[in-house]
């Protein structure tokens, strides 16, 4: 959960870069045609329609950076495609018809192109990648192909610039792309077992409940208006059972009363091993009318079947009342108390916590 939450940040920071680099970039587009006014129409008008497009996607995006981030990128994939790849088509053709020469006419954008490119390769995800390389092609192809029939042009330091851009960055996108789909796989690879070992740190090894880290991780992840109650389970006279069958035989208990506690109760809950034959059990929002009985459906649950290896098995209940999970630590000590008057009060029983039993 964590290092979704820390890729989702990293994410979310390169966004919010690549926005307003754009941003940045046009504005100084038209800082420069407004000191240095071009005759067309659409040198001016486009630097400004691009920054503003930019603009509402960067107020668009710090609304709610989490739920807009997927609509952010498709849209700026969108506008980016939209701003190079139809102006150039443009241009390469009214080439072709003599009205102009491509290498006056073309915008000296190339070098934000090779950028925006590369940026995209290495950031965009896998399925929306192919839509740079087929807007870079789109743009690159058909400019090869006017020079080529066109030498006069070639053959100039213009020619000679697109060429450079143009040629070398296709070897690029045949470098990079796998080389980048090498390491994001690899980095995948990695993000799952830091993943799986997260996991297994939060678990118990033997029963394979949460252990109190554990515990502590998934509790972060409740909400202020979340109540819970808790519940200490204990099982009794275990050390008599280590010291008559053993330690192994006393492990396969320990799993065995686990794995009964998983199906005891439906509603949202979390159970962890609290220490060694002690267990406890959050219940989120329980139902106020079932809370009563819920101590003793687990203690009931636990103790009336006999177990595979040692037969009969009996376990101790405190229950806590039910507070603001924030109140967590005073709701343990409560169940704690409880459960020390059950094993007090001569064990197999389940008792609620109250004010007598400070």
């Not at 400004?48 to 996607?57: E, F, V």
């Not at 996108?173 to 799986?196: K, N």
């Not at 506690?261 to 079932?290: C, L």
Request: charged content about 20%; proline content about 4%; aromatic content about 12%.
């Amino acid at each position: 959960m964590r290092l979704k939450t820390e890729e989702s940040k990293l994410a979310i920071a390169a966004l919010y870069r690549v926005l307003v680099a754009s941003l940045v970039c046009c504005l100084f587009y038209n800082i420069f045609f407004f000191y240095f006014p071009s005759k067309y129409l659409f040198d001016i008008l486009a630097p400004r329609i691009i920054m503003l497009c930019c603009l509402a996607l960067l107020i668009y995006f710090y609304v709610d950076p989490q739920a807009h981030f997927k609509n952010t990128v498709r849209a700026f994939l969108a506008l980016v495609i939209a701003s190079f790849v139809p102006p150039s088509l443009y241009f390469i053709v009214m080439a072709w018809q003599g009205k102009w020469l491509l290498i006056e006419r073309l915008p000296p954008t190339s070098g934000i192109t090779l950028s925006l490119l590369i940026l995209g390769l290495m950031m965009l995800p896998r399925r929306q990648k192919k839509y740079v390389i087929l807007s870079w092609s789109l743009i690159a192809i058909p400019t090869f192909h006017y020079l080529i029939f066109h030498p006069a042009e070639l053959h100039t330091e213009r020619g000679y610039e697109l060429v450079s851009l143009f040629g070398p960055a296709c070897l690029i996108l045949y470098v990079i792309y796998p080389y980048q789909s090498g390491i994001r796989h690899h980095m995948d690879e990695i993000t799952v077992s830091l993943r799986r070992s997260e996991a297994e740190a939060d678990r118990d090894f033997l029963t394979d409940v949460y252990n109190r880290r554990g515990l502590q991780h998934w509790l972060k992840q409740l909400t202020t208006n979340d109540k819970i109650c808790v519940i200490l389970i204990d099982v009794d006279h275990f050390k008599s059972i280590n010291d008559r069958y053993g330690h192994t035989t006393g492990d396969k208990v320990l799993i065995e009363v686990a794995s009964r506690m998983r199906s005891i109760y439906f509603d949202k809950h979390a159970i962890a091993r609290w220490g060694g034959e002690e267990f406890t059990v959050i219940m989120v929002n329980p139902n106020e009318q079932a809370f009563w009985a819920i101590g003793s459906m687990f203690q009931i649950a636990l103790s009336n079947l006999p177990y595979k290896t040692v037969g009969k098995v009996t376990v101790s209940v405190g229950q806590s009342e039910i507070h603001s999970c924030e109140d967590f630590i005073n709701l343990i000590e409560q169940a704690d108390n409880a459960l020390y008057d059950a094993k007090n009060n001569g064990r197999n029983q389940a008792i609620i916590y109250n004010n007598t039993l400070s």
